[in-house]
């Protein structure tokens, strides 16, 4: 979690650099250029943290240890700010004073540029480590394609859906709606929610209907020339259509025909945009249908306007409950609590309550009760426990909308770790704490500009379906908001692992 920090030291740079001091000629020129540095070479060093976060995140010992020594480094410099930045400030109380600005200004900056020289070497010394034990952190082989569950997952034969039938209902009756503007249907919502499972039972009740259809993973890191690919294998494209003009043969194949494709897992506009170039526009006469899953609202309204939006809402207690019992007896023929005592069915209970109404939740707790003895004390000592075992279990589903995030905004989404559990937050108490922090830093210091776009990164976590709005205002606007407890939990442990903060 370097990039925290790293960010951290960023915003505390410029805050320095457009010291007063500075904008008025100040004779030390050479101390703003130590800043104007660190400035830059934190601003490349965070870019190639968030460059290697796949390569630790897939279990690399040696860029974990890296990144270590980044984020050390980082530490240490957010320390040599916080305890310069004062001293600059003090300074400017006397800038009507030459003979006091030499006598507060020059040691001081005399003591920081030789930090800065030992932060230099330092900097030097992770590159030759980086290359004296080749830390092949930033180039992963492209024509290397990892294992990816969530692809397997997609084409496997599981489409039960417990607790969505309303909203696979509706769906249908969208999809298969005439006058369906764009022949767009988007399913939105946080992570963990079923989107893809929803999105699979969907397309394989209704493809019998079209003349031909396709079902692919998109992915955090698509690649357009591959899915159009897998389209076109789907579709029907013969291999020799396929390798002498895929694009061309596939767009020509797609307008003589209704299809149904669904695009699973869309992060990005960009992919989009790629892809729309050969498939053709869904024409309402024709009737063909695309499908997306998106956890960002904004994708699917890029996609299909507002009209193509289907929002996933956790589940309530009753349906949560029924998808628990679902995978508590997933290998009882009964399929129900009959020889359960009441205090187990009331633990159950408690423990679903806990899951907060997400399916992915629900199934990992599950699965963890399913490998112990079904009685009243094991149960409890999961109860007792659930909030990280919960958060393990779905962690890696979790923090890839985490990795997903600008690095400028992780800080910002992080802060409401701070907050206690399911509280209510005042947008405007969190975005003016955002700027307190210099979490939100704009370089003309401008404090209606620094408010706008705090307000636009709220905004923007909000479409990616990492927090809840509770209220608006009358004219649309953030008036409060929360975040689900499974990603205050992400919040917590990163923030402690990434030094950000810790709570006792």
Not at 73 to 93: H, M
Not at 124 to 144: E, F, L, Q, S
Not at 383 to 390: A, F, Q, V
Not at 397 to 408: E, G
Request: aromatic share 8%; charged share 30%.
């Amino acid at each position: 979690m370097a990039e925290i920090l790293l960010t951290a030291v960023i915003n505390k740079s410029i805050a320095i650099a457009g010291n007063v001091l500075f904008q008025e000629g100040m004779r030390l020129y050479w101390l703003k250029e130590d800043i104007d540095w660190l400035h830059r070479e934190m601003r490349h060093i965070r870019s190639y943290v968030d460059d290697a976060k796949a390569k630790e995140v897939g279990g690399d010992s040696k860029v974990k240890n890296l990144l270590k020594d980044i984020q050390q480094l980082a530490g240490d410099v957010e320390d040599l700010l916080d305890e310069f930045l004062p001293k600059i400030q003090q300074s400017n109380k006397f800038k009507g004073a030459i003979c006091c600005l030499k006598t507060a200004c020059i040691p001081c900056a005399n003591e920081f540029a030789m930090e800065i020289e030992r932060i230099k070497r330092r900097v030097a010394d992770i590159d030759r480590v980086r290359t004296t034990y080749n830390i092949m952190d930033t180039n992963n082989n492209n024509d290397c394609i990892p294992l990816d569950k969530r692809r397997l997952f997609l084409h496997a034969d599981e489409t039960e859906v417990i607790g969505l039938d309303d909203d696979f209902n509706k769906l249908q009756a969208k999809l298969l709606d005439h006058d369906l503007p764009y022949g767009v249907v988007s399913i939105v919502g946080m992570p963990g929610l079923g989107k893809t499972t929803l999105a699979k039972k969907l397309f394989r009740h209704v493809r019998h209907q079209f003349e031909c259809s396709g079902l692919v993973y998109v992915s955090q890191q698509p690649r357009a020339g591959e899915i159009l690919h897998d389209i076109a294998k789907q579709v029907g494209l013969t291999e020799e259509e396929r390798k002498e003009n895929l694009e061309g043969n596939l767009r020509s194949l797609l307008k003589t025909k209704r299809y149904v494709i669904l695009l699973d897992d869309i992060w990005g506009v960009e992919i989009w945009d790629d892809l729309k170039r050969v498939l053709p526009e869904c024409d309402s006469k024709v009737g063909s249908r695309i499908i997306i899953t998106s956890r960002n609202n904004n994708v699917g309204r890029y996609i299909g306007e507002d009209f193509s939006l289907h929002e996933l809402q956790p589940l309530d207690s009753e349906k949560s409950f029924e998808l628990f019992t679902k995978k508590i007896f997933t290998f009882d023929n009964n399929n129900n609590w009959a020889n359960a005592s009441p205090n187990l069915v009331n633990i159950g209970r408690s423990i679903v309550e806990r899951c907060g109404g997400i399916p992915l939740a629900i199934v990992v707790t599950a699965g963890m009760l399913r490998a112990r003895e079904r009685i009243e004390r094991a149960w409890n000592r999961v109860l007792e426990s659930m909030g990280h075992k919960i958060q393990d279990g779905c962690a890696k589903v979790l923090t890839l909308s985490y990795n997903d995030l600008p690095i400028a905004l992780r800080p910002c989404f992080l802060y409401f770790g701070l907050f206690p559990e399911d509280h209510e937050i005042r947008a405007f108490d969190l975005t003016n704490m955002w700027i307190a922090e210099k979490l939100i830093v704009v370089n003309s210091g401008n404090g209606r500009e620094a408010e706008s776009l705090a307000e636009d990164i709220l905004n923007d976590l909000v479409s990616r379906n990492l927090i809840q709005v509770a209220k608006r205002t009358y004219d649309g606007r953030i008036s409060s908001c929360r975040i689900h407890d499974l990603l205050h939990s992400l919040c917590v442990d990163l923030s402690k692992e990434s030094n950000f903060f810790h709570k006792l």
